[in-house]
């Protein structure tokens, strides 16, 4: 699985959750001003991508000018351009948001639209210190051990016919949609757990530390 990490430029992760995240990464790139928290934790991404105008002179400067990818359209924000950097270059099954689910609220709503919008064979999860979420539909498998809390939402639609197996409160044949009814707080009871999705899409959150 060749994976792809893009770090945005809200408030960053740990080091350690980034550097976890890079371990399985075979490109790294950086959302314009994220290159800062990058070269501030000793990484150097392969990539910065933006309109440069947050990132400062002196990452600039430690980059090569062959990596630095200058877009100032101002009708896509600079994670956009940044997956669909990733895309464009083809090859990556999932793409890793790091630094998306914190700071302003809106840009947090626009992280997840993106989820939405780009979500297809390349699998799109916005991840951090505490968890990650991803878009799924069909069957999903639930790979997390046994107490993880995990919540889902329907998006885009309604959500018809969401049975689970394997979680502490079980669905069967449920019509989740937005603003009527969700699955909050529930939690894994054994293993393999899974949702099954008969029309629709639901955003899952899985907690690793509640």
Do not use: W
Not at 92 to 100: D, E, H, K, Y
Request: a negative charge; aromatic letters at 6%.
């Amino acid at each position: 699985m060749s994976v792809a990490v893009v770090l945005t430029h809200g408030i960053p992760p740990t080091r350690e959750t980034l550097s976890r995240a890079l371990r399985e990464a075979t490109l790294f790139v950086c959302a314009d001003g994220a290159a800062d928290h990058a070269r501030a934790y000793g990484f150097a991404p392969d990539v910065i991508i933006g309109d440069m105008d947050s990132v400062t002179p002196e990452t600039l400067a430690g980059m090569p000018e062959a990596r630095i990818v200058r877009d100032g359209d101002t009708e896509t924000t600079d994670t956009e351009k940044a997956i669909r950097f990733v895309l464009a270059r083809g090859g990556f099954t999932r793409i890793v948001l790091l630094g998306a689910s914190a700071d302003r609220l809106d840009h947090v709503v626009g992280h997840l639209s993106l989820m939405l919008r780009y979500s297809g064979p390349t699998e799109i999860s916005l991840e951090d210190d505490r968890g990650r979420a991803f878009v799924g539909s069909g069957t999903m498998t639930l790979d997390a051990s046994a107490g993880t809390v995990v919540s889902f939402f329907a998006v885009g639609g309604p959500a018809i016919g969401v049975t689970t197996d394997g979680l502490r409160y079980p669905l069967r044949d449920a019509h989740l949609a937005m603003g009527v009814r969700d699955s909050i707080s529930n939690v894994i009871a054994t293993q393999p757990a899974s949702v099954s999705i008969a029309q629709g899409r639901l955003v899952f959150f899985v907690v690793n530390r509640p």
